[in-house]
């Protein structure tokens, strides 16, 4: 989980574009921001014009890329802007939940945002903004937030439309039920709180977001909010349909619960 020691190396950016430049005086960032990467040099050079420097100012907010071993381009892009960036450095195959871990290790806000390379914020203002609120808030009952997900406006279908809506107010039920549910693609939780429950479980290929928020509902709740919406691509869809893909949901969520492990072996990244 969490607290394990893996072989990384850890990156400070000190580049013009980083926030962490020795000639800025930038505050205590109050968000981490996350991003779990491997080979995503065609999506890298996109989030650089999107996590701007003056947006993470804006913010106050820190860029982690957490590499899982890209072979690619993907280092010497994140180089350009990110602030920290953790490299894996082992042989095997480092799971999603094991990189968001590693690249919490290094997260200096009390905040912790994991989301996706893919995944964007539908609005950056409201985004950012109603996180603050959140954090800001001292009688809030919440220590995680769940977010709602759409796709893309150009390649969304109206049958995508039904799914999104369905789903998020089922992800909505599941945390008002006090079972915790909160899709992978943006998880948004109090690093103390984090570190209480020691992050990710590692082990876990496919899950491991349904796991977090499952461990966080039993010490505290987890708030599903649906105006923090963020937008990702529905290509899973395309290519396995609704009912295979949330069966393997279902059956990852059911195996997680009874088993401790995923029912996936592997999760396939499709791009």
């Known amino acids: 989980m969490f607290k394990e020691k893996i072989n990384t190396q850890v990156l400070i950016n000190e580049s013009e574009n980083s926030l962490l430049s020795k000639n800025d005086n930038i505050p205590f960032p109050k968000i981490s921001l996350i991003i779990p990467t491997l080979q995503e040099e065609k999506i890298l050079d996109q989030l650089s014009k999107i996590y701007t420097p003056e947006i993470r ?14 072979t690619d381009n993907t280092l010497e892009i ?20 094991e990189g968001r871990n590693k690249g919490a290790e ?3 806000g009390e905040i912790l945002v994991f989301i996706n390379a893919d995944t ?11 996180i603050l609120n959140w954090s800001n808030d001292k009688n809030s009952k919440y220590g995680a937030i769940a977010c709602a997900v759409y796709g893309f406006p150009d390649e969304i279908k109206l049958t995508d439309k039904i799914f999104y809506s369905v789903h998020n107010n089922f992800v909505k039920f599941l945390n008002v039920i006090k079972l915790g549910m909160g899709r992978g693609e943006c998880q948004i939780v109090l690093k103390e709180l984090f570190k209480q429950v020691n992050g990710y479980n590692s082990e876990i290929v496919a899950g491991e977001d349904f796991d977090l928020f499952r461990r966080i509902s039993k010490i505290t709740k987890v708030k599903f909010d649906p105006q923090i919406i963020v937008l990702e691509s529905p290509r899973r869809f395309r290519k ?18 009874f088993f401790g492990k995923s029912f996936s072996k592997e999760w396939e990244t499709i791009r």
């Open 120 to 130: 964007y914020p539908e609005d950056f203002e409201l985004f950012f903004k109603q």
């Open 106 to 108: 290094i997260a200096k």
């Open 57 to 70: 100012k804006k913010f106050n907010f820190e860029l982690i890329i957490s590499d899982g071993g890209s």
């Open 78 to 97: 994140a180089k350009k802007f990110a602030d920290k960036i953790v490299e894996h450095k082992e042989s095997y195959r480092q799971t999603i939940a």
């Open 240 to 257: 396995y349909g609704y009912f295979r893909t949330l069966s393997y949901w279902l059956l990852n969520a059911l195996t997680i619960m």
